[in-house]
Structures are given as structure tokens and as C-alpha cells.
């Protein structure tokens, strides 16, 4: 099959007015907003040199952080706010999504609006503001007739600098629960699907050198004193503007929205109850990649309506416990709890997705390891790598403890990219999932856990406050609850790791759905 | 003298830190007098100019512009009414020549039409073309048609005095002459009073009704061509011996220009 004829390129594409217009109208809301609190603050500042670098050096600072963080930092942010306007004001707002990216991506746009600003303004020539005061303007007829005009050509090079990058760092919006095209980029990453992933990509790429090229164009026209490019320059951004922005409006309102985090499996389960729901004629969406601390305070604020989370993760993360109890005990400890914040478990899946420590079937057999303390003999002379959040959770200092466990080495990976790492020996150990699909693909064996130092990890779903009594979306699910057993799991896992039509989770899910809808 | 003085400086000083710009200095311009300013760099000559429009506020003394003190006018208004010629065109580079010429008019609120009107009838006060000029940007002119342009725009809100900062200054030796000309006969026809400022004795005397020597911040002496050469002041006399050696010199390499 040829690259082009893959069909994912038709899905991708079928995604793209919805991405593209998301993505569009955040990075202008953003753009917007950070032009009108910089423009002022350079025009303000311009002759005042003390505030003026507190200004530039605040801008920088921002700057260096990387914008992953800073878009991520805005969520915890705005919750806390809007949790004091609650109760201050008894209003509340959205935390989730579009305000927090946009409020982000705004600060970030803010360095170069404002230093090209200064610079354009206090580049401009004395003479001609010492002219500007000898014909008679006053100091405000000054600036917007002399000094604004003359300082346009640098200021517009800050914006068009500021457009590339908030349209660049938009796509890192997607785990705040802004759909943007970095929705392409998640879901690709995570799916092994490269043609989502290059789609993202070009889709981001090319907008950024549109709107580039087309602020160039007007720059250039200022720059030139040509009012017919310049002119030609807007016009194309304002038709750039009105093409994503129109397909997106009139939209009819989305229903219940089913959340996702940031890998394979819950893109799977996500497209599985999106289905389930639109079944039973209830109107569905979803809004995958979503951060894992996020996600939870979305279902809790009603950003999104329900989700699959698994025991151990809430337990830990969401109740803050670090002791380990057995499954069924945990499990009703952890529904009362989540029942105080008016949040419904509506029951298990009927698979674990826990952590386990996994290496190659061959190379276990060798040492002679069957279990993690079989491996804490050895772990000396062996390296771990792990995902991003696996060494600094409560299981791992649990495993530690309980085996005395102590690696040579170990590293931080991409969860996709462990399973081929552990496979080609380029580490030794991995703490893989349980249920996924490439321990059977890479001919992997997860260790046993004699101690039960690692929670129990049940896949649970669970349904936001404002849904609790909500007898017709239970009712929808139900006849999911108990029925994914961990193998049928593995299976959907490693269909949707695969890298062909059949890989995508809307596929995956319906094979899904084949298989479990008649048990 | 005339009952009232176009312009008078009495007792006037301003100091930038240390340095006296304008030391205590009494001056009084009439009105339809054409006077020069003479001076080296950092006499204080361009400081005293613009003492009179308040584009430098004064530390000591009085100045009255028309009878008025200008500490009890409106700034903005003042400067309105005040023609201004800058040093080499002072253009704002984004407009046109026409916005250059009309935006005293437009500050002032006049209707467009009125302005358009203006702005043509001065386009051919200073002698440039009309339709060749209007819609041109100053980076468009030569360094002449600028400074004819820049003088249109001092007069375009018919001011009554106009001030020149070394308007003349940039240019070349013949551009020089005839813009100095052009402007001296305008000055007279339009009954204006003129301060300009120059470095040049030459152009001071071939312009000026009345000539003032400043030298650090002080007026060394004043008056006509005739009274100055009567001064006794080493300095007055030294900046006189230019423009006579040039005399000299060219009438003994041009005999005939000198016969003519």
C-alpha cells in the first residue's frame, strides 16, 4: 500500500475543520489578548527604563519556561480561582480547555510584542518627535500619528515572531482539554499512528507559515508604505480567519463529552463508550490526550461527562494514600470516597491495567527469574526505565522497600517506545502495563508480585457530579461493566499499537465492542 | 521701535546640568523683523529658539510671544501658531507631502477641503509643482524640495512668526541661495516676523535685517550688518572676517562677476 492511499489520511482530514478551527481561534483569542495587554505595556514603559526591564525581564522568564509547563501550570491555576470566585462571587468557570491555553498562550506571546514594541518606539528618530511637538500635537496626537506609525514595520516583525510561536506551542494545548491540532500529534504518539502524527504536523507547520508569510506581506507593506500590500496581507488573514472559523459555527451542542488520558488504551475505551452512547441515541463525543491530573478535575468540574481511570491511580493521586489494600477493599474504600465529591464508579471494566515489571521471556528464563524477588538479586547489574510519572509514585518506593530493590541505572521513556527498548536489550527491565498488548508482541513476561507491593489497578468508569442521576447513560453502559477480561484487553491493545488502517481506536473499538457486546 | 515686540527674552536662563545654555539673556525681536541668531555649536543659540514655542521651558526670566507671557499659554496651542522650520525638513517620513504641509491646519480641526486648498496654494508659494509633489513621500524629494516643503508646512496655519532652526544648513551652495532668497521675499510678503537661527555669517547677513551674536549662552552683540562691523568684540569682529576675506577672494578670482 502506498503512503497516500492509506485510509487514515481520510480520517485525518475528516478531523481537520474541527482541529484546524480549534486551533485557530485559541492561538487568535491568545494572540489577541497578549497584543492588548503588551502593546500598552511597551508604550507605557517606552520612556521609563527601570520598568521597562523588570517588564522584559518577567517576559523572558516566561519565556524559558517550556511551554508543555506553562500551559499545564495555567490549569491547577484557574481551578484554584475558580474555585475562590466560587465562593466569593458564587460564580464559577471553566478551568479546562480554552481559557487555560488560551491565558498561556497569551504570556507567551507577550516577549516579542513587547520587545520589538520598546524597540520601534525608542528607535524612532528625536527629531522627528521633537517635530511632531513643534507642529503642535500634543503628546498623545504624537504617538498615534507620528510614533505608532513609524515604529509598525518592527512591531509587526514582534507580532509576526509571536504568531509563529503561539501557533506552534498550540498544539501542546491538547492535554489541558483544548482540542487543537496537536490532537493529531497526542493521538499519533500514543496509537503508533505516523500518519496522524505527520498530519499534525504539516497541518501546524503550514498554518504558522501562512499566517507568517501573510503578516509578512503586511509588514512588508508597512515597511514599504504600500497600502495594496498591506491591505492584500489582511485581507488573507481575515479570509484565513473566516475559513477555519465558519465550518465550526452552528455546531450543534456536543452532548456528553468522554474523556480520554494520553495512551492507546484509553483512546480505545474512549471511542468504545462514545459508540455505546450513540447507540442508545445519546449524542457523544470525545476529548482524548488529556493530562492525567487533569482529566480527574475535569470529570469533577463537569468539563467532561465520563471516563475510565483505574483504582490504584485515584488511590494514590486522588486520595493521597500510600497504603496498599487488597482489590475488593480498595475498590469500596475508593468508591465512597470519590461518592463524597458526588462522583459516581459505576463499576470495573474487568481488567487491571497495572504496573508490572516485565522483561524478555528468554532473558528471564536465563537468570532464572520468576518474580520480582528473583530480580532483586540481580537488579545490581540491570537497568529500569519507566514512564514519566513511574519513579516518582508511591509504587515504586513500595517496591523498593518490599524487595530492597536497587538498579543500576534508570531512565525516563516514552511508554510506547519501552516495550521494543526492554526488547532490543537496550535496557534490561521495563515498568510496563499489565494489560498491554506488546508483552505478548515482544515475547515479554511480566514478573509476579509475591509481596503485593504494587496496588491493584482496576479499570473503572466514572461518571462526572452532574451526571449522577442520569439513569438512561447507565443504562447505556452497563452492558460494558465486568465484561473486558485482560487478555481480550491485550488483544484490542496490540491491534491498536499496529500501524495500518485497523490500528486506529475507532477501529479498534468496534472489534471491541464485536467481541465483548455479545457476552 | 515698534509699541510692541514680536518677541522679547528678558533676563532669560536655562541651564542642562552644569552647562548655562542661555545665561541671562535680554532680547527683543519686532514685529515683520527679520532676525539671525549667530553662534558656534553650544552657544546656546537653538536652546534660545525654543524657548519661545516652549518646546524648552525656561528657568529664569520672561518671555512674551505678541505681548503674552508664554508661561500663561496653552503649550500646544502656542506652538500651533508658531511657524517652525526644522533643521533639514524635520518630514515625517509616513506621510505625504500634502499631510506633511497640512497638519497644522488638521490639528487645528479645519475641514479637508479647506486644508487641500492650502496645501496647494502653498506648494506653489514655495515653488514646487503641484501634481508632481502632492502624493510624493519625503523620501521621494531632494534634500531642497524637502526644506521647501518644510517651510510650506511652518506656514501653513498662517502664523504670524516663524521660527528656523539652521533650515538652510544641509544643503548645497546654490539650492542654499535661491531657498534663502525665496524665503526673504515670502517673509516680506507675507509681513512675517522670522528668527532663524545659522552658524553662517554670510547667510546671516545676506538674509537678516538683524543679526545677534551669541556665544555661551550670553548675546555678545546686536544689529545691523553696518552696526556689527563698527563692534569692538574680538569674536563679533572674527566672525565678520569670514564672509569679507570670501568677498575678497572671489572678487579677485571671478574680475569679471566683480565688474559686473
Given at each position: 500500500m502506498s503512503l497516500f492511499s492509506d485510509p487514515r489520511w481520510g480520517e485525518a482530514l475528516a478531523h481537520l475543520p474541527d482541529y484546524l478551527g480549534n486551533h485557530v481561534r485559541v492561538s487568535l483569542a491568545a494572540l489577541e489578548l497578549g497584543l492588548a495587554v503588551s502593546l500598552p505595556l511597551a508604550i507605557l514603559t517606552r520612556s521609563r527604563p527601570a520598568p521597562r526591564a523588570i517588564l522584559l525581564a518577567i517576559a523572558s522568564i516566561v519565556q524559558t519556561v517550556p511551554g508543555l509547563a506553562l500551559l499545564a501550570l495555567f490549569y491547577p491555576l484557574l481551578l484554584l480561582a475558580a474555585s475562590v470566585t466560587l465562593a466569593w462571587f458564587g460564580v464559577s468557570f471553566s478551568a479546562f480547555g480554552f481559557l487555560p491555553a488560551m491565558l498561556a498562550l497569551a504570556l507567551y506571546s507577550m516577549l516579542p510584542v513587547l520587545r520589538n514594541g520598546i524597540t520601534g518606539l525608542n528607535g524612532i528618530d528625536p527629531a522627528l518627535i521633537e517635530a511632531a511637538k513643534g507642529v503642535g500635537m500634543t503628546a498623545r496626537q504624537s504617538l498615534v500619528m507620528v510614533e505608532l506609525p513609524l515604529a509598525l514595520p518592527v512591531m509587526m516583525a514582534g507580532i509576526r515572531t509571536a504568531a509563529v510561536w503561539v501557533i506552534g506551542t498550540a498544539t501542546l494545548s491538547t492535554p489541558i482539554g483544548q482540542t487543537s491540532l496537536g490532537n493529531y500529534i497526542f493521538a499519533g504518539l500514543q496509537t503508533q499512528n505516523w500518519v496522524f502524527v505527520l498530519f499534525g504536523c504539516f497541518a501546524s507547520a503550514l498554518l504558522a507559515l501562512a499566517v507568517d508569510q501573510l503578516l509578512g506581506l503586511i509588514e512588508g507593506g508597512l515597511r514599504q508604505r504600500s497600502r495594496a500590500r498591506t491591505a492584500l496581507g489582511a485581507a488573507g488573514i481575515a479570509a484565513l480567519v473566516a475559513a477555519t472559523l465558519v465550518p465550526t459555527m452552528g455546531r450543534s451542542s456536543q452532548g456528553y463529552v468522554v474523556g480520554a488520558k494520553t495512551f492507546a488504551e484509553q483512546y480505545v475505551l474512549s471511542a468504545l463508550l462514545r459508540d455505546r452512547l450513540q447507540a442508545a441515541g445519546l449524542p457523544a463525543t470525545t476529548r482524548s490526550g488529556l493530562g492525567s491530573s487533569v482529566i480527574f478535575g475535569a470529570l469533577k468540574a463537569g468539563d467532561i461527562d465520563l471516563y475510565v481511570d483505574y483504582s490504584g491511580t485515584l488511590w494514590a493521586n486522588q486520595l493521597h494514600r500510600s497504603d496498599i489494600k487488597p482489590r475488593a477493599e480498595l475498590l469500596t474504600d475508593l468508591k465512597a470516597s470519590l461518592a463524597k465529591d458526588?462522583?459516581?464508579?459505576?463499576?470495573?471494566?474487568?481488567?487491571e491495567n497495572a504496573y508490572a515489571l516485565v522483561l524478555p521471556k528468554k532473558r528471564a528464563e536465563a537468570l532464572g527469574i520468576r518474580t520480582i524477588a528473583d530480580l532483586a538479586a540481580h537488579a545490581s547489574t540491570l537497568s529500569i526505565a519507566g514512564d514519566y510519572e513511574f519513579f516518582s509514585r508511591p509504587e515504586w518506593a513500595a517496591l523498593q522497600k518490599a524487595y530492597g530493590l536497587s538498579f543500576r541505572a534508570q531512565r525516563q521513556m516514552q511508554p510506547d517506545f519501552m516495550y521494543a527498548a526492554v526488547a532490543s536489550g537496550e535496557v534490561d527491565v521495563i515498568a510496563g502495563y499489565?494489560?498491554?498488548?506488546l508483552i505478548a508482541k515482544y515475547d515479554l513476561v511480566a514478573l509476579d508480585d509475591p509481596k503485593h507491593a504494587i496496588p491493584p489497578y482496576d479499570a473503572i468508569l466514572l461518571l462526572a457530579p452532574k451526571r449522577a442521576g442520569d439513569e438512561r447513560l447507565k443504562a447505556a453502559l452497563q452492558p460494558l461493566l465486568g465484561k473486558i477480561d485482560i487478555a481480550t484487553m491485550r488483544e484490542a491493545n496490540l491491534r491498536a499499537s499496529g500501524n495500518d488502517a485497523n490500528s486506529s481506536p475507532d477501529a479498534v473499538a468496534k472489534w471491541l465492542w464485536e467481541k465483548v457486546g455479545g457476552r | 521701535m515698534p509699541s510692541k515686540p514680536a518677541i522679547s527674552y528678558a533676563h532669560v536662563t536655562k541651564s542642562f546640568g552644569l552647562l548655562k545654555a542661555v545665561d541671562g539673556l535680554s532680547l527683543d525681536i519686532a514685529e515683520g523683523e527679520f532676525v539671525a541668531i549667530v553662534g558656534g555649536s553650544g552657544s546656546g543659540k537653538t536652546t534660545l529658539l525654543r524657548l519661545a514655542n516652549r518646546l524648552i521651558e525656561a528657568e529664569g526670566g520672561t518671555i512674551t510671544v505678541e505681548g503674552e507671557d508664554?508661561?500663561?499659554?496653552d503649550p500646544v496651542a502656542l506652538r500651533r501658531r508658531i511657524g517652525y522650520v526644522f533643521q533639514s525638513g524635520?518630514?515625517?517620513?509616513?506621510?505625504?507631502v500634502a499631510d506633511n504641509i497640512g497638519i497644522t491646519p488638521k490639528l487645528l480641526g479645519q475641514p479637508a477641503a479647506d486644508i487641500a486648498a492650502r496645501v496647494d496654494e502653498l506648494l506653489e508659494l514655495v515653488q514646487l509643482d503641484r501634481d508632481a509633489h502632492r502624493s510624493r513621500l519625503p523620501e521621494a524629494l531632494s534634500g531642497g524640495q524637502r526644506q521647501r516643503v518644510g517651510v510650506a508646512r511652518a506656514l501653513a496655519a498662517r502664523p504670524r512668526i516663524v521660527l528656523m532652526d539652521e533650515p538652510f544648513g544641509a544643503l548645497d551652495p546654490i539650492t542654499r541661495d535661491a531657498l534663502g532668497d525665496d524665503y526673504r521675499s515670502l517673509h516680506r510678503k507675507l509681513g512675517l516676523t522670522t528668527v532663524m537661527i545659522t552658524h553662517d555669517m554670510t547667510e546671516a547677513i545676506l538674509l537678516a535685517d538683524r543679526i545677534a551674536v551669541m556665544r555661551s549662552g550670553q548675546l555678545l552683540a546686536q544689529g545691523t550688518p553696518t552696526e556689527l562691523s563698527n563692534s569692538s568684540d574680538a569674536y563679533v569682529l572674527e566672525l565678520l572676517r569670514t564672509p569679507r576675506r570670501q568677498v575678497e577672494r572671489l572678487n579677485a578670482l571671478l574680475p569679471q562677476s566683480g565688474a559686473a
Open positions: 458526588n462522583i459516581t464508579l459505576l463499576g470495573e471494566l474487568g481488567f499489565t494489560s498491554d498488548g | 508664554v508661561q500663561s499659554v524635520g518630514l515625517f517620513p509616513h506621510l505625504s
